[in-house]
């Protein structure tokens, strides 16, 4: 990734600006959601993987601010939410889009999920919030 | 109903937020299948979008609005070597891609 940060250096303009936007492995809530309330069902756990990943990106672009590329200005948080019409269909969106060996609901999630699903209000959906970071880089001279 | 993503904005707003795309040549690593591509390319000047994956990059190219195809340009290929000259964008994006 670091020889990519530098062909993006090279890419960019010399006022350029970088941007990482990326999802973090942070635990993604999924609440049920209706007009009257909304719950918290449970939460997706972070795999040993999903972990490395985070870490191995925050490196590679710390890695590219202390070899003088870019300088860090300014980062936030915020969340990426995905709505769903039922347990079943989160479930297997989750499978699809993150692969079997991505972040999984807890079997005691799950339960809890489909219990508190059951005696929902009837507009409600089930909200899954994937944690975003997004930062700014400034592109220093080469 | 399908599944809603982001249908609160939360991602533009926060690119809006945290850098100026109108009138900018923007890049955009990992682009997909344009879902985040759509959003915002009709603010830049042009956007050149790099995939390396060959269906999602088919997937993009196919459903790119008409009123984009002007602006947009997709490219397979990945960032270790960025076939583009020196200086050519304002901005690059990392899209779910680091």
């Known amino acids: 990734m670091v020889h990519a940060l530098g062909e993006i250096h090279r890419t960019l303009s010399p006022s350029g600006v970088l941007i990482d936007l990326r999802p973090l492995a942070n635990g993604a809530p999924v609440e049920i959601v209706s007009a009257r309330e909304t719950l918290t069902a449970g939460r997706f756990e972070q795999t040993p993987q999903d972990i490395r990943l985070d870490e191995a990106a925050d490196a590679a672009i710390a890695e590219a601010g202390s070899v003088e590329r870019f300088s860090h200005e300014r980062e936030a948080r915020f969340p990426f939410n995905y709505y769903f019409d039922s347990p079943s269909e989160l479930e297997d969106w989750a499978r699809e889009d993150w692969g079997e060996d991505a972040a999984t609901l807890s079997e005691e999630a799950r339960a809890r999920m489909r219990a508190a699903w059951a005696v929902a209000d009837g507009d409600a959906r089930l909200r899954l919030s994937m944690p975003m970071f997004i930062a700014r880089w400034r592109r220093l001279p080469a | ?98």
Not at chain 2, 39 to 55: F, H, N, Q, T
């Open chain 2, 1 to 98: 109903m399908t599944i809603q993503r982001d249908p609160e904005g939360n991602e533009l707003k926060q690119l809006r937020q945290m850098v100026e795309i109108s009138g900018r040549r923007v890049l955009e690593i990992g682009s997909g299948d344009g879902r985040l591509t759509w959003k915002y390319a009709g603010l830049a000047r042009e956007v050149v979008a790099l995939e390396l994956e060959r269906d999602d990059l088919l997937i993009a190219r196919v459903e790119c609005p008409v009123a984009l195809r002007r602006q947009v340009v997709f490219i397979r290929g990945d960032s270790i070597h960025l076939p583009f000259r020196g200086a050519a964008f304002d901005v690059a994006l990392l899209s779910w891609s680091l």
